[in-house]
Nanobody, 124 residues
Framework: QLQLVESGGGLVQPGGSLRLSCATS????????IGWFRQAPGKEREGVSC????????NYADSVKGRFTISRDNAKNTVYLQMNSLKPEDTGAYYC?????????????????WGQGTQVTVSS
């Protein structure tokens, strides 16, 4: 059974850092691109970052470029999102998702499986 479990969220002050993890099981991680998405209250879910199946290609939303770093460890079946210089507008539920195929996408409909999310709150 395919599973994705996010962890690492929490409450952090502006300027702080968090590292999110997406632990996967039930499939071979290195066959899939992985995306991180977030959803703030009252807003639509939006793409934050994506990494190709090989890890050779990464994409970031303009709002997080230079602050967030996505990485993957296929041997550990885990994808990470390092978030630095956090801002209040980064607050939201963060989800990882699996996309069949090697190439990243910003389209939510192209992702086949989703985790349940981890909450990130940036506030003083």
């Amino acid at each position: 059974q395919l599973q994705l479990v996010e962890s690492g969220g929490g409450l952090v002050q502006p300027g702080g850092s968090l590292r999110l993890s997406c632990a996967t099981s039930g499939f071979t991680l290195d066959d899939y691109a992985i995306g991180w998405f977030r959803q703030a209250p009252g807003k639509e879910r939006e793409g934050v970052s994506c990494i190709s199946s090989s890890g050779g290609s990464t994409n970031y939303a303009d709002s997080v470029k230079g602050r967030f770093t996505i990485s993957r460890d296929n041997a550990k079946n885990t994808v990470y999102l390092q978030m630095n210089s956090l801002k209040p507008e980064d607050t939201g539920a963060y989800y990882c998702a699996v996309k069949t195929g090697s190439v990243c996408s910003w389209y939510l409909d192209e992702y086949d499986y989703w985790g349940q999310g981890t909450q990130v709150t940036v506030s003083s």
